[in-house]
Each structure stands twice: as C-alpha cells, then as structure tokens.
C-alpha cells in the first residue's frame, strides 16, 4: 500500500505567526473587553479579510 504524506508547516507557521501577531494588534487597539474577544475573533480569520480587499482593489 502506497502512503503519501504532505507537508505543510511552513503554512502553518506563517500562518501560526500572523494569528499571534493580528491578535496583539486587534488587543492593543481594543477599548474594552468585548472589544478585545472580537479583536481575538477577527485575528483567527484575518487571511479572509486579506483576500476580501485584495480581490475588492482588483475590481473582481
């Protein structure tokens, strides 16, 4: 049986690293606590807000 295994940690890693560094960014802007978990919320999915200007400056 042939098994193919993928590596993606370098993905990950950047990944890992702009979560860690979105998160301090959102916290440090944050004016109180609820603020603060919605600035945590928007660190996880910050990639799909990247894609959404991106493709929104490009006109598609």
């Known amino acids: 049986m042939n098994k193919q295994v993928q590596n ?3 993905s990950g ?3 890992g690293l702009g979560l860690i ?3 301090i960014y ?3 802007q944050a004016t109180g606590f609820w603020a603060g ?3 945590v919320l928007k ?3 910050w990639p799909a807000f990247l894609v959404f200007e991106a493709l ?3 006109g598609a």
Request: proline letters at 5%; a positive charge; glycine letters at 10%.
């Open 21 to 23: 560094g979105a998160a």
């Open 8 to 10: 993606c940690a370098p």
């Open 13 to 15: 890693a950047v990944y």
């Open 37 to 39: 978990v919605l600035g």
């Open 26 to 28: 959102f916290i440090i």
């Open 43 to 45: 660190a996880i999915v």
């Open 56 to 58: 929104k400056a490009l």
